[in-house]
């Protein structure tokens, strides 16, 4: 631990008032696209506020986080920054003491493209690790095809038997994407009740996509046979990097592996666009274990030849009483 003045001191930063500001600074800093201003107003629910955390030494900012302030209590952020050489090893302890004297009574850290997994353990703190799927891309389709293993290579000829292509969705996102999540719900065997649910699922679904999609962060891309919609996949873009975040397939285009399709075209698409990885998302670490209920979905990510990576997320309650409502 460093002392005097080469140690960090950390300080707010108000998102809400200054986001053109905090994203041009969290794009300098190297942060994913999960600590910007859109994103974070996307993931805002009730009174909360967006706000940053600098942390600086010599007066010079050395990292930063984006997240929600719900109440004054409890600070929720999607992701933490990757470990570099001026950040401190136990930069999250660091984070969790100062938010306790700003009387800030939990922090909760996500781990979407990364969490706390390179920094130094926090006693106080409840961790929780996930396996995510960074897909570093290989330069064409052929290579592609050949990173897949035999099960989705077979699916993947028959829809090319199909004719089966990948295009933008343009209008109407919101509904797209609640219509074809219903189908997931119903095939995972609940209980919808149409109409309420469909209706939630929208609200939310709207929520994204005028904050994400609107920014120009978003695209919805649907796989179609002919005019018939087989899947969808709501995907985060920033930079080099691209993100599975929502989607489901019809009865029909689970019948046919839609999915398996739907990335390996988009895989194709973005690397002839520069972008280099493609994050299929994560489940829980249990999840590697046959008996898991999501192991199903690890197989399937695995199936890309994608080698899964350890994430962390983290809880620390700052204050002895916790939050109080």
Not at 234 to 240: P, Q, R, W
Not at 291 to 315: C, N
Request: glycine letters at 12%; hydrophobic letters at 40%; aromatic letters at 8%.
């Amino acid at each position: 631990m460093n002392d005097g003045s080469h140690a960090p001191t950390l300080r707010w930063f108000d998102i809400d008032k200054d986001p053109a500001g905090w994203d041009s600074l969290a794009e300098g800093q190297g942060l994913s696209l999960f600590h910007l201003s859109p994103v974070l107003e996307a993931h805002r629910y009730g009174k909360s506020v967006r706000r940053g955390v600098l942390v600086e030494r010599g007066g010079h900012v050395v990292t930063a986080l984006g997240g929600n302030l719900a109440a004054g209590r409890r600070f929720s952020m999607l992701s933490f920054p990757r470990h570099g050489a001026d950040v401190p090893h136990d930069l999250p302890g660091r984070v969790s003491a100062w938010l306790a004297e700003q009387g800030v009574g939990e922090l909760n850290v996500g781990s979407f493209d990364g969490g706390v997994e390179a920094y130094d353990a926090v006693a106080a703190g409840t961790p929780r690790d996930r396996l995510e799927f960074p897909w570093v891309l290989p330069p064409d389709a052929a290579g592609i095809r050949s990173a897949l293993r035999t099960n989705h290579r077979r699916k993947l000829k028959k829809l090319d038997e199909i004719g089966a292509t990948v295009r933008v969705i343009p209008k109407g996102q919101a509904w797209v994407l609640s219509r074809i999540r219903a189908h997931w719900e119903q095939r995972k065997g609940g209980r919808v009740r149409a109409w309420i649910t469909l209706l939630n699922n929208h609200r939310f679904h709207s929520r994204v996509d005028r904050h994400m999609g609107r920014a120009g962060l978003a695209t919805l891309y649907g796989m179609y046979q002919g005019e018939t919609l087989l899947s969808i996949a709501y995907m985060l873009e920033f930079k080099e990097r691209a993100f599975y975040m929502l989607g489901a397939s019809s009865p029909r285009g689970y019948e046919v592996g839609a999915s398996i399709g739907m990335f390996c075209q988009l895989a194709a698409q973005y690397r002839a666009q520069g972008v280099t990885v493609l994050n299929l998302g994560g489940v829980p670490k249990e999840a590697d274990q046959p008996d898991h209920e999501e192991h199903g979905v690890y197989r399937f990510k695995t199936g890309f030849g994608i080698t899964p990576e350890l994430y962390r997320s983290l809880t620390v309650v700052t204050s002895p009483g916790g939050i109080r409502n």
